[in-house]
């Protein structure tokens, strides 16, 4: 196994930690200005939690790594007064991209609803053309599963 698995160009590196035989990510980041630690860190979580291996904790030690470089002045009860701000701020965002998908997969199955509808009394010419956007709506019902779980949803080509 490699020391180092590069998650994104040039920002951010996951390598083995000292937990001794456990692979946890742990940040190798790659200085550059920071406008906002909050949003900087949203990038790094997004990439962490779509690890197979991600476990709560790796978010405080990535999330103190970061700290560490970027605002070392702070104590350590401010930086975990951070955490917990950033876990709310970060909840929040999850909790209203949730929101957004399943109000776009409830429009799609409406829409897909509509088509079936169509296509029990289409002629045959209209039936190839419902059916390639059955196909179209499937696999964006499909992707979007894929994106909130990362697990792969088949679909249809």
Request: aromatic letters at 6%.
């Amino acid at each position: 196994m490699s020391k180092r698995c590069v998650l994104a160009q040039d920002s951010v590196n996951v390598m083995p930690d000292h937990y001794h035989g456990f692979s946890h990510p742990v940040l190798d980041l790659v200085p550059k200005a920071v406008t906002h630690l909050f949003a900087e860190f949203n990038q790094i979580a997004d990439k962490l939690r779509s690890h197979p291996r991600h476990v709560a904790a790796d978010d405080e030690i990535a999330f103190r790594q970061l700290q560490q470089r970027r605002r070392p002045d702070l104590s350590d009860a401010q930086c975990l007064d951070l955490i917990s701000e950033w876990r709310d701020a970060y909840q929040t965002r999850l909790d209203l991209k949730t929101a957004e998908t399943r109000a776009r997969v409830a429009e799609l199955l409406r829409k897909r609803d509509a088509l079936f509808t169509e296509r029990a009394s289409a002629s045959p010419d209209a039936i190839s053309r419902i059916d390639a956007r059955l196909r179209d709506i499937g696999n964006e019902i499909a992707a979007s599963f894929e994106a909130r779980d990362c697990l792969a949803v088949a679909t249809l080509r």
